[in-house]
């Protein structure tokens, strides 16, 4: 029978003081391991890490019962969890004895950011078929936090929290910082996460927004369970219990309502394509007015590929009876609904201010499929920025009479096919080396007005300089170069001087 964590304070200044002088680190564990063991480790291969952990005394002990799922003698136990007693260790949840030893009761593992560093409880993997199994930092926490602007903020809401992830980062940037979840063994397990870090976090019980009904907040990040299929929920972590995408539907008309004027709301979420529908048309029927939102798509899977990846995320045998059965339910289910793919990313919503509620709300949908390398909270923060800018910009005479710069990290490319004579230039573009890579074809005109952006002259100038280089009327290059120039600006290959 599994027990919900609880660590007093007096238990989780003990744990915290242990796991400190044992370096049960990123860094610490990282540095025993080695590159080697620590790769094959996150890869689900745990014999290179056991056998790099052999001599590493009480962080050995702690990385083998915490990561490893190892039972460890009491007395090796002991002493690497003093102050903490192994038995104080039961009580609060945290290990289970195994004869003569103890083995791990729930995932504890250490967790950081260029900023610091944290502890992470959760369900351990064994459990994962539980329906309310409570997952620790996975590829879709990572990549939320990833992409979350972190600017000073009054008020935060960590809409279905789970383990806490997302609230620990919260807690860096925000005064005060609310999560909520429907599940009580995943406020359960935030709270011990929270108490280990020694981190206030004001913990709320209910499903969606009900909890938070009557209140708004600068900021709201969510990690919802955002999986489509039918109206079901095996696992409470991944499945909204609605049909298809329609609790992202929901969700979506509702967040702006618990916003602030300009408060921010960021979300990953996934969307149906169905034939004969664009998916940016079905998401942007979802959205309520007076807000700016950029819908970034970051995959698209077939509904094969969309079911064979929750289910191995969910530890079945997509061999056995029961795993087959569940995914014909739900391939039959896609076929019924039309739906050829789905698509997954992340949204970020923005209610309008007082000031900006006659203003025309900005909603962009791009698709930024495969690696990026760099976070992209900077890209979005930026984006805002921008924004903004256009928006005190939007008549074409104050976007001429504004001084613009080419970014520091942006390049011109040309390339060239062989001909008879040797490479012939076919064409060029001008792509950002940072974030999200945007790249823009250009031609000559549009690449001889870019490398004229320096910030001396206002935009206007620069194109009655072209106008006579190229023997155009300036008219005509305003009116062919201005929707260039606001996606130049959008994408941040110019910024304003």
Same mark, same amino acid.
């Given at each position: 029978?599994? #027990? ?44 290179? /890490? ?10 050995? #002990? ?6 490893? *799922? ?8 002991? /002493? ?65 936090? /990833? ?126 394509? #169905? ?171 549009? /690449? ?11 935009? *206007? ?37």
């Amino acid at each position: 029978m599994r #027990v919900l964590p609880h660590l007093s304070p007096a238990c989780a200044e003990s744990l915290r003081a242990a796991l400190l002088r044992a370096r049960f680190t990123t860094d610490g564990v990282r540095e025993l391991l080695g590159p080697s063991a620590h790769a094959a480790l996150g890869r689900g291969e745990v014999e290179p /890490a056991f056998r790099a952990g052999r001599e590493a005394g009480e962080l050995g #002990v702690l990385v083998r019962l915490l990561l490893l *799922g190892a039972t460890e003698p009491d007395a090796a136990v002991r /002493a690497a969890l003093a102050p903490l007693t192994p038995s104080d260790a039961r009580d609060a949840g945290l290990l289970v004895p195994d004869g003569d030893g103890w083995r791990a009761a729930l995932d504890l593992r250490p967790y950081a950011d260029d900023d610091g560093e944290w502890w992470v409880l959760s369900d351990l993997d064994a459990r994962r078929q539980d329906r309310d199994h409570v997952t620790g930092v996975g590829g879709a926490s990572l990549t939320l936090a /990833a992409a979350t602007v972190r600017r000073p903020v009054g008020s935060l809401l960590d809409l279905g929290t789970g383990c806490g992830v997302q609230a620990l980062h919260a807690g860096r940037h925000a005064r005060t910082v609310t999560a909520t979840d429907v599940a009580p063994r995943a406020l359960a397990m935030a709270r011990a996460t929270f108490a280990l870090n020694a981190l206030d976090v004001e913990l709320l019980e209910g499903a969606w927004l009900e909890p938070v009904a009557d209140r708004r907040f600068d900021q709201i990040v969510s990690n919802p369970p955002f999986v489509p299929g039918p109206a079901r929920v095996d696992y409470v972590y991944r499945d909204s219990g609605q049909d298809g995408d329609a609790a992202l539907a929901a969700l979506l008309r509702a967040l702006p309502g618990h916003l602030e004027p300009g408060g921010v709301a960021q979300l990953l979420g996934s969307w149906l394509h #169905v034939r004969g529908e664009d998916w940016p048309d079905r998401v942007r029927s979802w959205l309520p007015p007076g807000v700016d939102a950029w819908i970034v798509q970051r995959e698209v899977s077939d509904p094969a590929l969309h079911v064979g990846t929750w289910q191995r995320d969910a530890g079945l045998d997509l061999a056995s009876p029961a795993a087959r059965a569940q995914a014909g339910e739900w391939l039959d289910w896609m076929e019924r609904e039309h739906v050829e793919a789905v698509g997954f990313g992340f949204l970020t919503l923005r209610r309008l201010d007082g000031a900006s509620t006659d203003a025309e709300p900005t909603v962009v949908f791009e698709d930024v499929l495969g690696e990026v390398s760099d976070p992209l909270g900077p890209e979005t923060a930026g984006w805002l920025d921008r924004i903004d800018w256009l928006r005190a910009h939007t008549s074409d005479e104050a976007l001429l009479a504004a001084p613009l710069a080419v970014a520091s990290s942006v390049v011109l490319e040309t390339y060239a096919e062989p001909g008879t004579e040797g490479w012939a230039e076919v064409g060029a573009a001008v792509a950002r080396m940072d974030g999200p890579r945007w790249r823009h074809e250009v031609d000559g005109p549009a /690449a001889a007005l870019l490398a004229g952006c320096q910030g001396a002259l206002a935009l *206007g100038e620069l194109v009655k300089l072209l106008a006579v280089a190229h023997d155009r009327p300036a008219g005509e290059l305003v009116a062919a170069t201005l929707p260039a120039v606001r996606e130049f600006l959008r994408h941040g290959i110019l910024v304003p001087v």
